[in-house]
């Protein structure tokens, strides 16, 4: 395959992951789970993506930009929670020889960053600490409870899915 077309998959790849990850933050949006102390973003089960390509670091970061902005959040979460995505899909592409440690940087990114967010932008009380907890919480659901079974479903057909010298 040449470099153009390895280029065009890359590109493909991230922005389906882009689109995928801000359709699933709005469906979370619907169910009020999308921001605020206690969030459950489905699209954060995505974070684990950067295991298998390195488009997902794009992707992610691009999708959880393009959510934050759609979902009317603060500038300073849309700066912040973006830097968090961004941070953790560069953690898990860093871990991707540990397949269960890799959904770890997105949880701790977002628990360290977030909380702040939560108390400058919106000023919900509560408190940092409460908050490292609750957003902690909510990461641990979707990065490792959904993420690892994402990778789960998609291991079998790796090669498929994300190897651009096997696509036509």
Do not use: W
Not at 25 to 46: H, K, N, P, Y
Not at 47 to 71: D, K, Q, R
Not at 72 to 78: M, Q
Not at 129 to 142: K, N
């Amino acid at each position: 395959m040449s470099n153009l077309s390895k280029k065009t998959v890359y590109i493909t790849q991230a922005a389906l992951i882009a689109a995928l990850y801000t359709v699933l933050t709005m469906i979370a949006a619907g169910f009020d789970l999308a921001s605020g102390a206690i969030q459950v973003r489905f699209s954060e089960a995505l974070t684990v993506l950067p295991f298998l390509t390195p488009a997902a670091v794009p992707g992610l970061t691009l999708g959880c930009l393009l959510s934050n902005i759609l979902t009317g959040c603060a500038l300073p979460d849309v700066i912040f929670g973006t830097l968090a995505t961004l941070l953790g899909a560069l953690g898990t592409y860093a871990l991707r020889e540990h397949r269960f440690l890799c959904a770890v940087p997105p949880i701790v990114s977002n628990a360290l960053i977030i909380p702040f967010v939560l108390t400058y932008a919106y000023h919900i009380p509560g408190g940092i600490p409460l908050f490292m907890l609750t957003v902690g919480l909510g990461e641990l659901i979707s990065c490792m409870g959904l993420g690892q079974l994402l990778l789960q479903v998609l291991l079998p057909s790796l090669g498929r899915l994300f190897n651009p010298d096997n696509m036509q």
